[in-house]
């Protein structure tokens, strides 16, 4: 098969990455022209492709800023971006400008999968009319389906082969069409009835996860109050062998997903006269997670006898999560400009991530880093940080993570 992919980024260039080892030829469809020239110099922007990888399928993996070479595709799947406006409404304006693009070189008998994540309706009332624009009618002259992604960038013990895939068709011959294009690269493929069925259960996965995240922090921050460690309490619960799941406390929630999904299901459920209570309640609780952070640093160093302003403070790991590189909406930089609003001069380490040009600042390495601060900070828990050498050198650490429980030292604080 002839395998088109609209959009290389975290999700598509995985995608495109795993349809060329499974044999097809995959063209790559991307606006900008430098990741177009990287992939088909076999360089990966994507921690999770390595670009042995990506050279490894050279042959069949071609990407291009044309739409036009999609026509030979025999399937397109649309991974573009999907963020919040400055006013946190849906920013749709990637997904209509690939499918108008698309829409002038749709050819009958295509199947076209958006992969996006989005609020329920999207396939059918956004995606549908402008691929029809074509003169081809979804359904009849092509099809037409949603399918999630389930990416989670950097983990190693599911991969998209071993993840089931849920595959939500606009007809049943839409659905059985999608469903055997991805038994090529998925051992598991769910099928549900609608798009809309399959667009909110992607959106459910993320608000469990920030509704979750948001309880326990919650919980992280009465602990506090009450002297009782919750990393000992969230140890304990979990030793229950059923009816409990495992979240930690954290700075607060970054990347893509999380921080941004729950909203377009909170702005969809306006049109219904409905306020998703849970959805905007998480929200805020996580996004005062920082502030939290930031005054148990203040309170640190003041305990130390000092102060935030003049101090030299280490930041451990500024991207949203450990092992990658990504720093969309990761805690770490809200704390950053907190710490240095209140006169902190910062410093960071983190190995996946070089530079900071938001805030001039340039990531060292951990000697550097740690060389005459005052307080050292794990915000993100890289695998292949040094705790104990941390803990050693540093005269105070917050920990943000937990990750230092097991090192009994008077100089630590955990959130
Ligand atoms: N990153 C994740 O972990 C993850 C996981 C699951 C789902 N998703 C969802 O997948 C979608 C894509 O996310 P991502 O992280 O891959 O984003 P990304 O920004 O890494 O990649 C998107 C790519 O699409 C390109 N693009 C934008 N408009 C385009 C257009 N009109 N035509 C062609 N290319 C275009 C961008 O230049 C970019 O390279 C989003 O809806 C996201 O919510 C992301």
């Known amino acids: 098969m002839t395998i088109g992919i ?36 076999g360089s990966s922007h994507v921690e999770d492709v390595p670009s042995k990888r990506l050279r490894g399928v050279e042959d069949r993996l071609v990407a291009t800023t044309a739409y036009s070479e999609l026509e030979r595709a025999e399937a397109i799947l649309v991974c573009v971006p999907t963020p919040l406006s400055a006013n946190r409404e849906p920013e749709l ?19 076209v999968v958006l992969e996006s994540t989005t609020y329920p309706g999207t396939t059918r009332e956004r995606l549908r009319p402008i691929l029809e624009e074509s003169g081809l009618a979804a359904g009849r002259d092509f099809h037409l389906a ?32 999608a469903e055997a294009l991805y038994r090529n690269i998925c051992d598991e493929v769910v099928r549900v009835s609608t798009p809309e069925v399959a667009e909110l259960s992607k ?48 700075p607060g929630m970054g990347g893509h997903c999380l921080p941004v999904d729950p909203f377009y299901l909170s702005w ?5 006269d409905f306020v998703p209570e849970f959805i905007e309640l998480a929200g805020k609780m996580n996004q005062a997670m920082p502030y939290v952070c930031v005054e148990r640093i203040v309170r640190a160093l003041n305990d130390a006898g000092k102060s935030v302003r003049g101090s030299r403070i280490a930041l451990l790991g500024v991207a949203y999560k450990p092992g990658v590189g990504d720093t969309r909406e990761s805690p770490a930089l809200k704390i950053l400009e907190l710490l240095r609003d ?15 040009p938001q805030f001039e600042l340039s990531g060292t390495d951990l000697d550097a880093a740690l060389d005459g601060a005052d307080l050292a900070v794990i915000v993100t828990a890289h695998p292949d940080l040094d705790l104990e050498r941390v803990v050693r050198e540093a005269p105070l650490v917050v920990d943000l ?15």
């Open 268 to 272: 969809r459920a306006r049109e219904y």
């Open 6 to 41: 609209v959009g290389l980024g975290y999700v598509g260039l995985p995608l495109a990455v795993a349809f060329a080892e499974a044999g097809h030829e995959v063209i790559g469809v991307e606006v900008e022209q430098q990741r177009v020239a990287a992939v088909n110099q």
């Open 146 to 177: 949603f399918s999630p992604e389930r990416v989670d960038p950097g983990r190693t013990d599911h991969t998209m082969r071993s993840t089931p895939k849920v595959v939500g068709g606009l007809t049943q011959a839409c659905g059985d069409r």
């Open 203 to 250: 959106l459910l996965e993320n608000i469990f996860r920030s509704v979750n995240i948001a309880l326990v922090n919650e919980l992280a921050v009465l602990a506090d109050r009450m002297h009782i460690d919750i990393w000992e309490v969230i140890d304990a619960a979990a030793t229950k062998p059923f009816g409990f799941m495992r979240f930690d406390p954290g």
């Open 93 to 111: 304006g990637p997904l209509v400008e690939g499918a108008s693009a698309l829409a002038k070189v749709l050819v009958p008998g295509q199947l």
């Open 401 to 415: 993570r937990g990750v230092t429980r097991g090192i009994d030292a008077p100089s630590v604080v955990r959130l």
């Open 342 to 356: 209140h006169g902190a001069e910062i410093v960071y380490h983190d190995p996946h991530v070089h530079e900071l």
